[in-house]
C-alpha cells in the first residue's frame, strides 16, 4: 500500500503512522523525522534544514524532493509506504507523482487528518518526543510510565524547539498557506479520505484502518481486481 498523510501539524499523523508501522508492517517515511536526524547529526543537509526548520518555515522543494526521491527508491520502500509530511507543497506533489511514475507505482489513496487549530495547539503544547527513537508523547493524553523517560527504550524525553507557541502558530500559518491546497490536489483526483482526528488515538486508528482497506478495496476494483 502505498498511501500519504496529510494535515495540520499536531494532527497525529506521527502516533498514527507508528501505529501502522508496527501493526501492520508498512513503513513510516516521516521527512520531519529525517531532517531532525540529520540535524543531530549535523550533515549538510541538516545544516542547511535547521534554519528553516526551527523558525518553523518550509525547507525548500528542490531539498525535500531530491530526499523523497532517494528514499523512497530503497528497497523497503518497494512493498509500500506511509508518507508523513510529504508532500506539503503543491510542486512536492506533482514532483511525487513524477518519482512514483518513473518507478511504475502509484498512491493507493491520501489521508486526510482534520483537527482544529485551538486542539493543534493545545495537543504541541504538552508533546514530548524520545530522543533515541523519536516515540511520541503527550502530557495529559499519552503521559509517559516514568516521567521525562521514553516506555520502549528509556531514552530522555525532550519537547521539540519548533513546539513553542510563537513557532506553532506561525507552522499554522504556513500549513494553511501552503498545505491546503495539497488537500484539494488529492480531493479532485478522488484519492482523499477525511478522518476525523479531534477523538481518542484507538479510536481514531481503528476509523483509519477501516478508511484504508475501503479505498484500497475500491482500487481494485477500480482495476478489474
Ligand atoms: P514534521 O515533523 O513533519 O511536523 P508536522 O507536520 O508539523 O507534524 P507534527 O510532527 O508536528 O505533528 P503530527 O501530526 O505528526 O502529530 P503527533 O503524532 O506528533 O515537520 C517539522 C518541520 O520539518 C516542518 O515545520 C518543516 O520545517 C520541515 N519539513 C518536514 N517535511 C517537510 C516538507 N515536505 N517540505 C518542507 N519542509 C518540511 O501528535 C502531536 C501530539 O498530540 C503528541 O504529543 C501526541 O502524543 C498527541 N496526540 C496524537 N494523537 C492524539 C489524540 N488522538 N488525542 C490526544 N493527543 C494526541
Known amino acids: 500500500m502505498n498511501l500519504i498523510f496529510l494535515g495540520p501539524l499536531g494532527a497525529g499523523k506521527g502516533t498514527q503512522a507508528r501505529l501502522l508501522q508496527e501493526r501492520e508492517g508498512i513503513p513510516q517515511i516521516s521527512t520531519g523525522d529525517m531532517l531532525r536526524a540529520a540535524m543531530v547529526a549535523e550533515t ?3 545544516q542547511q ?3 528553516y526548520v526551527d523558525r518553523g518555515e518550509l525547507v525548500p522543494d528542490d531539498v525535500m524532493i531530491g530526499l523523497i526521491a532517494e528514499r523512497l527508491a530503497q528497497p523497503d520502500a518497494q512493498r509500500g509506504f506511509v508518507l508523513d ?3 506539503r507543497t503543491l510542486p512536492q506533489a506533482k514532483a511525487l507523482d513524477e518519482v512514483l511514475a518513473e518507478s511504475g507505482r502509484t498512491l493507493d489513496a491520501v489521508l486526510y487528518f482534520r483537527v482544529s487549530d ?3 495547539v493545545r495537543r504541541l503544547g504538552g508533546r514530548w518526543v524520545c530522543r533515541k527513537n523519536g516515540h511520541i508523547y503527550h502530557l495529559e493524553y499519552r503521559p509517559p510510565k516514568v516521567s521525562g523517560r521514553c516506555d520502549v527504550d528509556g531514552s530522555e524525553l525532550f519537547q521539540r524547539p519548533d513546539d513553542r507557541a510563537e513557532t506553532v502558530r506561525h507552522r499554522l500559518d504556513v500549513y494553511h498557506r501552503e498545505t491546503e491546497p495539497v ?3 488529492y480531493r479532485a483526483r478522488g484519492l482523499l479520505a477525511t478522518i476525523d ?4 488515538v484507538e479510536d481514531i486508528y ?3 484502518l477501516g478508511a484504508i482497506r475501503a479505498r ?7 482495476q478489474g481486481g
Open 118 to 120: 485551538e486542539t493543534v
Open 197 to 200: 482526528a479531534e477523538g481518542e
Open 206 to 208: 481503528r476509523t483509519l
Open 44 to 46: 549538510p543537509l541538516g
Open 183 to 185: 488537500v484539494e490536489f
Open 216 to 222: 484500497v478495496k475500491l482500487g481494485a476494483q477500480a
Open 85 to 87: 509530511g510529504f508532500p
Open 49 to 51: 534544514a535547521k534554519a
